[in-house]
């Protein structure tokens, strides 16, 4: 069997390093463009201790998200925010130190072609990518074009994904596999869903690839319980309600500060 | 200046509206693009409509349906007063005298069946015009399943009728508040929702749009309109296959189910979309609601918003066989404005004692503009499919009289 770290890109080996030393993987989101110092919760993510940061390029027509994402993404378009515009705020700051993974719907990418799309991800300092209405049997082409460039393309994995797919998705995914931790679009949950760690135990069967699990999480108990399946947690409709309720970067990071401390509390407690 | 793609002669024919190539394929359109939580459901859709549509049974199931339930075949109407003033002669097929008042039906009297087949117990359903909302509330009542219907809120309001029409029969309707509040936001909310229902309830898209297998599948159940169209234009024409064939075109159903009947003889076929919802015509490459075809976009490649006194036009895509058909040049495109619409619609009463859907007006004033300017040379024969009847517009119509 060939190792896979060794064909592994930055993203996935830097949290491969992280998980590692026994960390649960932090991943918030954040809406590309939805206020004019957005880039200031970055920063704010990197200090409360997140490995990777999830930038939404913001799609008129986001068909997998709930409606705080959706509102999210329609105030940022409504900003005059655009692909173009959110990568030249990113080129614009200081290496953060964590890798950021855009994520984006398909017709933006075809709009500007695959090559040129990852290429300009590139320039902007993003090295990881999801495209949650491309599916594996889809992917091939971009698939291509980003592991030119450089970029790590992330697959996702849903828990009505059947075994053999599952297995091909864990395989050709990059930088990590995106576990959907239940049936339904992106949004805040009361709990985490049964269907998480069934979903979370199938990956692992297939690969040691880190796996983060999305949709949902919005609590300190919930990034616990899914540190405990999982490697990390993608935070997404949690945050945004809060940049949308007027919550600045210091209010995000004191939010962030207690799902990194469930997971750290998780990752020390014995197994 | 309205728009007008090109035919390509020779008029290519071989093999056009069939089966789809592999992975839903439409020459470079289609596909199945679809979130992963609904790439497992749309396989076993499209499982168990290749099962169904080999089957003598449901075939024979559907066609009882289609006969005693929803009154077909429809009749193939000479359109005798305007045929004389415009110098061409018109025949109209008449889908608006199908049940429920549209061919919305025809589709949806198949998916329901299949539904049921596959043991679903729920028909999620988007609608525009509240046309396809009306008939898979239609349906489901029918064969004993639940409806739930997403609507624009601005479709709400402007197609009230049918927004009653549902409730009556038993479905809930559910107010779509986001985007334009039109088709477009009423397709979204309702795939959004499928995703958290896939175990027990069927997604029934109400045209040739979505992911791998709905257009190829809502075509095939299309078909029933050009197929019994011509087999009565061969009864009824001297040529027995017209000049021209004509449809308006939303998502595209009722036009993909006229031209599967003449894709291939020598007919022209002819797409007529709305001005301002003309994603045939004016749409660039790109993905939404589940395949790869064309779509209104601006320069930062967002979707935008369609615009059309017909609510169930007003969409800014078309689907993924009609992007096929206008590449090969075997089918044009063309548009009207929502003034020639609701003029066509106002001369076909008074003409020939039919109010028309403003969606099928729209291929009526087509028609009239281009027997007017010789493109439709005199003495041509045209057989225009007249998709649905006018009833659910008479208010829109009353502003405008
Ligand atoms: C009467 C009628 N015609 C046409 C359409 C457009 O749909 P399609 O292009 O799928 O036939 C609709 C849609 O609501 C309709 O109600």
């Known amino acids: 069997m060939t190792n896979p770290t060794l064909a592994a890109g930055p993203v996935e080996r830097h949290l491969r390093a992280r998980r590692d030393t026994g960390r649960g993987l932090l991943m918030p989101y954040v809406t590309g463009g939805i206020t004019p110092g957005w880039t200031d919760y970055l920063r704010a993510f990197v200090a409360a201790g997140a490995d990777a940061i999830e930038v939404g390029l913001p799609f008129s027509d986001p068909t997998l998200d709930g409606v705080t994402i959706q509102q999210a993404g329609d105030t940022a378009l409504a900003r005059g925010a655009s692909t173009r515009r959110i990568l030249a705020d990113l080129a614009g700051i200081p290496e953060p130190g964590v890798p950021l993974v855009a994520s984006t719907y398909y017709n933006l990418v075809l709009h500007d072609g695959s090559e040129a799309f990852c290429a300009a991800l590139r320039r902007a300092g993003v090295s990881g990518l999801i495209v ?53 679009t992106t949004g805040e949950r009361a709990a985490l869903a049964a269907s998480a760690a069934e979903l979370t135990a199938r990956i692992r069967r297939g690969t040691d690839r880190p796996v983060l699990l999305g949709f949902g999480i919005s609590t300190p108990d919930q990034a616990r ?31 962030l500060a207690t799902l990194r401390r469930a997971l750290d509390q998780e990752c020390d407690a014995p197994r | 200046m309205p728009y007008v793609s090109p035919w390509r002669e020779p008029v290519p024919s071989e093999g056009t509206m069939g089966e789809p190539r592999a ?8 596909g199945r693009y679809a979130p992963e939580s609904l790439v497992e459901a749309c396989r076993e859709v499209e499982a168990a409509f290749r099962e169904a549509w080999a089957d003598p049974g449901f075939r024979g199931a559907l066609a009882e349906l289609l006969t005693l339930h929803a009154g077909r075949p429809t009749p193939l109407t000479p359109a005798r007063r305007l045929s004389q003033e415009l110098g061409v002669r018109l025949y109209l097929k008449r889908e608006d005298l199908a049940h429920t008042g549209s061919h919305k039906i025809n589709n949806v009297l198949g998916q329901a069946l299949l539904a049921a087949r596959m043991g679903r117990r729920r028909l999620i359903a988007e609608t525009g015009a509240g046309q396809h909302g009306v008939a898979a509330a239609t349906a489901a009542a029918l064969l004993g399943l639940e409806a739930t219907v997403f609507m624009g809120e601005r479709d709400m309001e402007r197609q009230a009728l049918n927004v009653f029409r549902m409730r009556m029969l038993g479905a809930e309707v559910v107010p779509v508040t986001t985007g334009s509040r039109t088709l477009k936001d009423a397709t979204s909310e309702a795939m959004r929702h499928w995703v958290g229902v896939t175990g027990d309830s069927h997604y029934c898209v109400g045209s040739v749009v979505g992911p791998d297998p709905y257009p190829w599948m809502v075509r095939e159940f299309q078909r029933v309109i050009g197929d019994e169209a011509r087999a009565q234009c061969a009864a009824e024409l001297r ?75 007003d969409y800014p895509g078309v689907g993924p066989e009609h992007a096929h058909l206008r590449g090969l040049g075997r089918a044009r495109y063309v548009t009207v404005t929502d003034d020639e619409a609701a ?31 010789g493109e439709l040379a005199a003495g041509s024969t045209v057989m225009m499919t007249l998709s649905g009847r006018g009833d659910k517009d008479i208010s829109t119509l009353k502003e405008l009289l």
């Open chain 1, 132 to 184: 949650p209405d491309l599916p594996l049997h889809e992917a091939d082409e971009l698939a291509e074009a980003a592991a030119a460039a450089g970029i790590e393309l992330a697959l996702l994995a849903s828990p009505s994904t059947p075994e053999p797919r599952l297995a091909e998705i864990s395989r050709r995914s990059r930088g990590f596999v995106y576990a959907v931790s239940l049936m339904g």
């Open chain 2, 343 to 373: 003029g066509a619609a106002i001369r076909l009463a008074r003409t020939e004692g039919i109010v028309p859907a403003l969606e099928s007006a729209h291929a009526l004033a087509w028609v009239i503009r281009a027997a007017g300017d």
């Open chain 1, 225 to 255: 319980e899914a540190g405990r399946h999982a490697d990390g947690v993608v935070v997404g409709a949690a945050v945004m309600r809060r940049v949308l309720d007027g919550a600045g970067p210091d209010d995000l990071r004191a939010f």
């Open chain 2, 239 to 313: 040529t027995g296959v017209p000049d021209h064939v004509v449809a308006c075109v939303g998502g595209g159903s009722n036009a993909a189910g006229t031209f599967a009947g003449f894709a291939d003889t020598p007919a022209r076929l002819t797409g007529v979309e709305a001005e301002g919802a003309a994603g045939a015509a004016r749409g660039r490459p790109g993905v939404l609601h589940g395949s790869h075809s064309l779509f209104l976009q601006d320069d930062d490649g967002q979707i935008t918003p369609a615009h059309s006194i017909a609510a169930g036009l």
């Open chain 2, 23 to 30: 992975r839903g394929r439409f020459g470079e359109y289609g």
